[in-house]
């Protein structure tokens, strides 16, 4: 009889135990499963993530993070951009088909600083056709310099040409943006006026790249795909602006990306880095990128600066066989500097 | 016995709980609703005569709060911008291919195709001889047609713009050039034939680098140009009164962002009274007046899609006009193909 009851006693102090036991380790197993269920659900965009974030890149010796306070205007360092702190951003745009052999060039240049305490953005659109000396060495379109050494190159060339420290890149392929907004649903554009052009490149299918298209994008307010929009953003022959003019249609279709990606939440980030697996890359870290999120959708339209350096910024000439814009320094510079701290 | 099935109890349970977490996060995606056939729904608002529209290359009817399918055949191209002919219960539309697109005369009761207008397809395999023609219009008398032409053109050079040309239905839409476009602007659109033989268009021009268009009016071929709106207002989509009292238009006052006004103003003669905007800061395009000349109709997004919905607004010729009301929802109507009203 004691020896049944020692048992029974002995069952009941380590049933409790047990039970508490149990009950823990169930808790901890159903919060595993969870984030197990999240994991999975979130290991494309991670992969992705940690894919095209953080391809760090050689800073210019010539240009080191400018000091606080210059000329009004303060920048960051590349840690620094989560913070409050104004800081710079290249956007980069280019091609990503076989057409040059591997190396492609940037059909975009947009320099861009961001205020995070006052939400103001300013775009300076970068004519890829400006002449000017490369980092890679030698003089040429600016447009080669990314073709010559990727973003590094690019940067540096910019940094170098326009005395200005660039805290951190984003590249972005062609077909990358056509993905993006067709994920976003399309996008709301007033075209400015009737872009026409019999020679538009039909390099994004088929197996010739040199093969030409027509496009007709009809002027005024307007729902685009993504072809539409990057035939808008792309096309330059049928613009007496030439480059000028695709880039003011290049920064209105990012604010209208901008616009529509407000929509978007962390629910929708695989399928956003699907879209980009492979043609988008940027020197930020995730959580840069991550506290960049709302920044965007913070910035009202209304505060976006948009800086397009037309004539006598620049002046056209041929070089060669080639037709350059050639950059008025003492033009450009002051007025760079109004908004992209000197160097 | 009881423990191994308690164990296996809770596994499926985890399990489970992963799943759920994940299905949790992918119901929360932003799901962009797609576009109803206007056919499966019901104006909000009982609007007077026909209305023709345009929706992912078709063309509808809305008559007495239905919506008819005109089953335009898909493999000519596709479907946009129908034109009442006045007198008659027919349509001119335009079908849009890749690379060319052409006008045809279509009955409006039935959808059958009456007659193919021109031939943009050239027998030359060289794409940068093929035409585009948009905007068909008919005046009053139901045969003088104009168009949006992209003639001449050398099919050598990059310059390509849009001039008006006028034609007939009875025999070609564009066999007189009206207008001599800016070179490398896009050119003269949305052409309207009015009363005493006087041309009413929006001429696309770049002044300092900046690119707008002004409505303009000739009574002649190639004739002096009467300017009814300033650089400053950039408006353009005229669509003029039954009684051609009141000119009604799209402005977007130089801001290449994301907005426009419609905005209308008495006409008399080639003077142009005191312009006042109906709607602001909108994505509105396409304004057209309803045949009797109780109110004007015109399209903008109603929601996050982007799509472009039907909205009327009651005696807009009038001092005091009524509230705008969106006749339509969950429709994707094609912005640059104006409604075509008929009695």
Known sequence: MVSQRRRRASAYRWGWGSRLLAAVLIAIGFAFSGAAGALAYFFPAIVTAFQVTGHTINRSAQSPPVQAGTQGLSTADPSQAASERPFTVLLLGSDNDAKFGGTVLTQSMILTRINPATKQVTMLSIARDLYVPLSSGGTDKIDKAYSAGLANAAVTTVENNFHVHIDHYAWIGLLGLVKLIDKLGGIDVVATHPVLDDFYPADLSGNNPYLYQRVAVLPGPQHMGGIQALEYVRSRHGDLRSDFGRSQRQQQVLLAIRTKAKLLGISDLPDISDAMANDFNTDMSITDVASLLPLASAVALETVHQVILLPPYTSSATIGNQDVLLPNWDLILPEVHKYFPAT | ?343
Not at chain 2, 116 to 123: D, E, F, V
Not at chain 2, 157 to 177: C, H, L, M, N, R
Not at chain 2, 223 to 245: E, F, H, M, N, R
Request: neutral net charge.
């Open chain 2, 1 to 343: 016995m009881r423990r191994p099935l308690a164990l296996i109890v809770l596994l499926a349970l985890m399990a489970a709980f992963a799943f759920g977490v994940n299905r949790f996060f992918a119901a929360r995606k932003t799901t962009i609703a797609s576009a109803a056939a206007p056919t499966e729904v019901h104006p909000e608002v009982a609007l007077p005569g026909t209305l023709y529209l345009a929706q992912r290359g078709d063309i509808y009817r809305l008559s007495n709060g239905t919506f008819t399918d005109l089953h335009l055949p898909a493999g000519i191209g596709t479907w946009m911008q129908p034109a009442v002919v006045p007198g008659t219960p027919d349509i001119v539309a335009v079908a849009r291919t890749a690379a060319y697109s052409d006008v045809y005369l279509i009955d409006g009761s039935n959808g059958k195709i009456l007659r193919q207008l021109s031939h943009n397809k050239t027998a030359t395999v060289t794409i940068q001889l093929w035409h585009w023609m948009f905007w068909p219009h008919v005046a009053a008398d139901g045969n003088t047609m104009v168009v949006s032409y992209d003639a001449p053109k050398s099919g050598q050079s990059y310059e390509i713009d849009f001039a008006v040309w006028q034609g007939s239905v009875s025999q070609k839409p564009a066999t007189q050039q009206w207008t001599q476009p800016y070179s490398f602007t896009g050119g003269d659109v949305q052409p309207l034939p009015l009363p005493g033989g006087r041309l009413l268009y929006a001429k696309y021009q770049i002044t300092g680098g900046n690119v707008f268009s002004q409505l303009a009016m000739q009574t002649n071929a190639l004739g002096d140009i009467v300017y009814l709106t300033s650089a400053a207002a950039d408006c353009a989509q005229p669509a003029v009164s039954p009684d051609g009292g009141t000119l009604a238009m799209i402005c977007a006052s130089g801001t290449g962002l994301q907005s426009t006004s419609l905005v209308v103003a008495p006409l008399q003669g080639t003077k142009l009274g005191t312009a006042h905007a109906v709607v602001a800061k909108c994505m509105c395009g396409a304004p057209a007046w309803s045949a009797d000349g109780s109110g004007l109709g015109y399209l903008a997004p109603a929601d996050a899609t982007g799509h472009f919905q039907l909205w009327w607004i009651a005696g807009a010729s009038t001092p005091r006009p009524a509230a705008p009301k969106q006749v339509t929802t969950g429709l994707d109507f094609d912005a640059t193909s104006p409604p075509a009203w008929a009695p």
